[in-house]
């Protein structure tokens, strides 16, 4: 984790640790940065004259070459979406503004997924692309992680370049900025999200005429696309968590949060709920009797269908070392393999890329599906697994009739706020890495029952995450108490 990134962008409450100056100055050293890696030293304002928000493609065949034909494409034009937390306006105003300040445009894609952005920026070549949310957290918090020209997110090697750019700029230290005509201009880009929309009904190809399904829109960025895409492939919607009002986003409701859903599906019988969180990266499922799905079984019902539908590239399945090992029982069955990688949707597809794999994810919702997206993607993803689950009549229990979950308890150690976000990690890594605490795990690796073992720092939040897995309950559970209690007592004594 570096300075200011951590596994997921910069992240902070608003306004507090995420700040307009801040946002102001990721802005010039995004473009300082931008120009190190392409060489590009463009500025001024656009010859093409007023943005024709008309002349930009209303297909997504026709978004490269709309976008370009706006301004000289030798310029840096970065992208800007958000999700709909309060402080997205002034974040989004802020960091616009630093990138018109150092010489490049900026195209305002509005409220749109992460996922949207991602898609957009790669199509509609871009130089970059940056998505100010908070993903899963309260509305207080808010992000800005920045996507790469092919939608991809940063490397931690180029992070931490930007984060250089950034101290510059902080310091006093960076580029002149430059004068007048020659300041980039902001494009308002009113078209962005209808051509996510139409990018998700091409890859949907399905008709969900007859089924009755529930969307919990988590107050978020899902809010307006997630609805218009499963009404115009005919579904019947009860809604949920769908009308955003700056402070409500993740608030009880959304894929942390699928207790209520599950209730409201059982309650009208629909035949399927699906959940997203504020910025639609991920996705939670809730059967028609209620049962949750998480990640790892959302991704084994893709990958069986992928499977047999021969569209599921190197038979394998990218997971990372938090999902259930009942993840690799149901996939071994039908001869797919499970690669795990580290924490982080950047991990997974990292491996994906390297390695030529298709599919991918995380537990908690994340899943990649690289046919179609450079990120994870909520809308898309419960698109391909309705897909998958017509052939069950959406029966989830019966696409899972195999399915067994290894008892895996998950719980944390907290570590005390501290105001240098570099000492906060530091402290982290020595927890979890104390010989206290790595004696007692190797001895616990030796205990029967025990299957896996996971003492990990956060990349978001001042905790220790540990997570203990097994055939029986109660014995992942002691052991992963008694590591929880061997933290804390080597926290207190740090302290």
């Known amino acids: 984790m570096g300075k200011y990134f951590g596994t997921d962008g910069a992240r902070g409450v608003a306004n507090q640790e995420l700040t307009p100056d801040f946002a102001l100055a990721m802005g010039r050293a995004l473009v300082a940065f931008l120009r190190e890696q392409t060489g590009c030293n463009s500025v001024g304002g656009s010859s093409a004259g007023e943005a024709d928000s008309a002349a930009i493609g209303d297909k997504a065949g026709d978004l490269a070459g709309g976008v370009a034909g706006i301004a000289d494409p030798s310029r840096l034009r970065i992208l800007i979406g958000m999700d709909t937390r309060l402080s997205g306006g002034m974040l989004s105003a802020a960091l ?6 150092a010489g490049a445009d900026v195209w305002m894609g509005g409220v749109l997924p992460t996922a949207a952005l991602s898609f957009l920026t790669e199509r509609g070549k871009f130089s970059a692309g940056a998505m100010i949310s908070a ?8 992000g800005i992680k920045i996507v790469d020209a092919s939608g991809y997110k940063l490397t ?17 230290n960076g580029a002149a900025p430059p004068q007048g005509h020659e300041v980039g201009r902001m494009i308002n880009w009113d078209l962005a999200l209808g051509i996510y929309k139409e990018h998700l009904l091409n890859a949907a190809d399905i008709s969900l005429q007859g089924y009755n399904i529930v ?10 696309v997630a609805p218009e895409v499963f009404s ?3 579904a019947n919607l009860i809604l949920t968590a769908s009308v955003p009002d700056g402070l409500n986003i993740n608030r009880n409701c959304g894929s942390t949060n699928v207790e209520r859903l599950s209730a409201i599906t059982v309650a009208t019988g629909s035949h399927i709920a699906l959940a997203f969180d504020g910025d639609a990266d991920r996705l939670l499922v809730c059967s028609s009797s209620g049962a949750v799905l998480d990640g790892d079984q959302i991704m084994a019902i893709i990958a069986d269908h992928l499977k047999e539908q021969n569209d599921l590239p190197g038979d394998t399945v990218v997971a990372t070392v938090m999902s259930n090992s009942g993840l690799e029982d149901f996939c071994a069955r039908r001869s797919i393999r499970v690669v795990r990688t580290g924490v982080g949707d950047r991990h997974v597809m990292h491996e994906m890329v390297a390695s030529g794999y298709g599919l991918g994810g995380e537990q908690s919702g994340h899943i990649i599906i690289r046919e179609f997206a450079n990120t994870g993607d909520g809308i898309l993803t419960a698109l391909i697994l309705l897909k998958a689950l017509r052939a069950y009549g959406m029966d989830t229990r019966a696409a899972l009739s195999d399915w067994q979950t290894f008892p895996q308890y998950n719980t944390h150690v907290t570590v005390p706020e501290d105001p240098d976000g570099a000492v906060n990690a530091a402290v982290k890594r020595a927890l979890a890495t104390a010989p206290p605490v790595l004696d007692l795990i190797a001895e616990m690796k ?13 990349g978001t939040e001042p905790i220790v995450r540990i997570m203990v897995e097994g055939r029986e309950e109660a014995t992942v559970r002691a052991a992963a108490e ?3 209690a061997a933290l804390e007592a080597v926290r207190d004594k740090r302290e």
Do not use: K
């Open 96 to 101: 616009a503004a630093g990138i018109c300040s």
């Open 135 to 142: 993903s899963h957290n309260p509305s207080e918090y808010n």
């Open 156 to 172: 931690v090697e180029a992070e931490d370049r930007l984060e250089a750019h950034i101290d510059a700029v902080l310091e006093g």
């Open 215 to 224: 969307l919990d829109c988590a107050n978020g960025a899902a809010a307006q």
């Open 232 to 234: 115009e492939l005919g």
């Open 446 to 458: 030796t205990r029967p029952g025990i299957a896996r073992i996971l003492v990990r720092p956060s």
């Open 482 to 484: 008694e590591l929880r």
